[in-house]
Nanobody
Framework: QVQLVEFGGGLVQAGGSLRLSCAAS????????LGWFRQAPGKEREFVAA????????YYADSVKGRFTISRDNAKNTVYLQMNSLKPEDTAVYYC??????????????????WGQGTQVTVSS
């Protein structure tokens, strides 16, 4: 079993930055892809970013490309999401996810069996 806990959410003004962290425990994340998803009120959960085990492959949603950066520290079993130039439409609960997914499908929430509890990000205009 893998337990995931997110940190770093909060309230920020438009144009500001936040850094989310997600720490994993229970087992090593060797060969696990890690992803970030978000869900705004009244909307479906959507993909934000994913990173492969080695960090050599990364996906971003078009809506965050150039503003968000995903990274991971395997020694710390932690994945990060640096969010810059935040917009009000980035407001959502952000979730991290992990699994040994087929990398080609890593943008799909259905590929992940382990999820954190979520952290709220609110961007004011």
């Amino acid at each position: 079993q893998v337990q995931l806990v997110e940190f770093g959410g909060g309230l920020v003004q438009a144009g500001g930055s936040l850094r989310l962290s997600c720490a994993a425990s229970g087992r090593t994340l060797r060969a696990y892809a890690l992803g970030w998803f978000r869900q705004a009120p009244g909307k479906e959960r959507e993909f934000v970013a994913a990173i492969s085990w080695t960090g050599g492959a990364i996906y971003y949603a078009d809506s965050v490309k150039g503003r968000f950066t995903i990274s991971r520290d395997n020694a710390k079993n932690t994945v990060y999401l640096q969010m810059n130039s935040l917009k009000p439409e980035d407001t959502a609960v952000y979730y991290c996810a992990a699994d040994r997914t087929n990398w080609a499908s890593a943008r799909s929430s259905g590929e992940y069996g382990y999820w954190g509890q979520g952290t709220q990000v609110t961007v004011s205009s």
